[in-house]
C-alpha cells in the first residue's frame, strides 16, 4: 500500500499497479472498511481502478492520523467480509439505429452482428469504477474477440443510454455527450438522474448483464421508465 497527498484535504491509498479485479476488490474492501468504521473527519471516498482517493476535513483530522488509521485498516482487509454482489441487467437493443456501429464491429473482427451481439450480452461485466461523467461505469471483463478501436474523429453527439466499445473496454454512456467509442446498442433506462435517490442505478462494484430487446421492447421500457413503472432487474451474486 502506498500513500500520496492529493492536496490539503486529499489522500490516495495506492493498492496495486494494474488493472486486475483483485486489486479492485481490495479497493472496494478498503471503502467499506472505512465506511463501517466512520473515520472522523473523511468526507468523501473516490474509488478507482487500483487506488481510493480519500478526502477529509483537515479540521477534524490529520493527515498523520488519517494515515495511520488507512495504514491499519489496508492491513486487516483480509478478514472484511465481503458481502454478495450485485448484478443489474440492462436491457440493451442492438444494431441499427440503436448501434449504429455494429456492423463495423463485425467486419473488424471477422464475426457475424448476432455473433457480436451474442459475446457482448454473454458475460457478467465487473464494475471497475465510475467515471469521464456522472454514471458512466467502466466496465471490465469484455472478450477479445469482439475489441475494437476508438473512432477516428469522436461524434459531437452521443444519445443517452449508448453502449460502446473501444478497445477491450465497454460502457454505457448516462447522458447524451461527445464520445468516441464504436456504439453497438443503446438502453432506455436512465443511469443518471440527479434528482433521484440514489441518483445511478449502477455503482462501482456492481456487475452488469447485457440484456437483447427487440425494438418493440425497446420502446415499451422507454414508456415504462418516463412514468416511473420500470422495475430494475438486480440478482446477487456470490
Known amino acids: 500500500m502506498k500513500l500520496l497527498d492529493a492536496g490539503d484535504a486529499a489522500v490516495v491509498v495506492e493498492l496495486g499497479d494494474a488493472i486486475d479485479p483483485a486489486v479492485n476488490r481490495r479497493v472496494h474492501d478498503l471503502r467499506r472498511l472505512i465506511e ?20 477529509y476535513d483537515p479540521f477534524v483530522t490529520s493527515h498523520a492520523a488519517l ?12 478478514d472484511a467480509a465481503r458481502p454478495p454482489a450485485r448484478v443489474v441487467e440492462i436491457p440493451t437493443a442492438y444494431g441499427g439505429e440503436f448501434g ?6 463485425a ?40 475489441a475494437a478501436p476508438r473512432l477516428a474523429t469522436p461524434r459531437t453527439r452521443v444519445p443517452a443510454g ?4 473501444a478497445q477491450q473496454q465497454t460502457g454505457i454512456y448516462p447522458a447524451e455527450s461527445p464520445g468516441g467509442w464504436q456504439i453497438i446498442g443503446r438502453t432506455p433506462l436512465q443511469l443518471f438522474d440527479a434528482a433521484r435517490t440514489p441518483p445511478v442505478i449502477i455503482e462501482a462494484g456492481d456487475h452488469v448483464r447485457f440484456v437483447p430487446v427487440s425494438t418493440d421492447a425497446y420502446k415499451d421500457i422507454e ?4 412514468k416511473g413503472e420500470y422495475s430494475l432487474s438486480v440478482r446477487m451474486t456470490p
Request: no cysteine; net charge neutral.
Open 36 to 55: 463501517h468504521r466512520r473515520l472522523a473527519g473523511i468526507t468523501e471516498l473516490v474509488p478507482t481502478y487500483r487506488s481510493l482517493l480519500v478526502y
Open 67 to 78: 494515515g495511520r488509521a488507512l495504514e491499519e485498516l489496508a492491513s486487516g482487509q483480509a
Open 100 to 105: 449504429p456501429d455494429l456492423g463495423f464491429v
Open 107 to 146: 467486419r473488424h473482427t471477422g464475426l457475424r452482428a448476432d455473433d457480436v451481439v451474442r459475446i457482448h450480452s454473454g458475460t457478467d461485466y465487473f464494475v471497475y469504477m465510475m467515471g469521464f461523467t456522472a454514471g458512466f461505469p467502466y466496465l471490465g471483463g469484455m472478450s477479445p474477440d469482439i
Open 162 to 165: 449508448s453502449v460502446g466499445i
Open 223 to 226: 414508456r415504462q421508465v418516463g
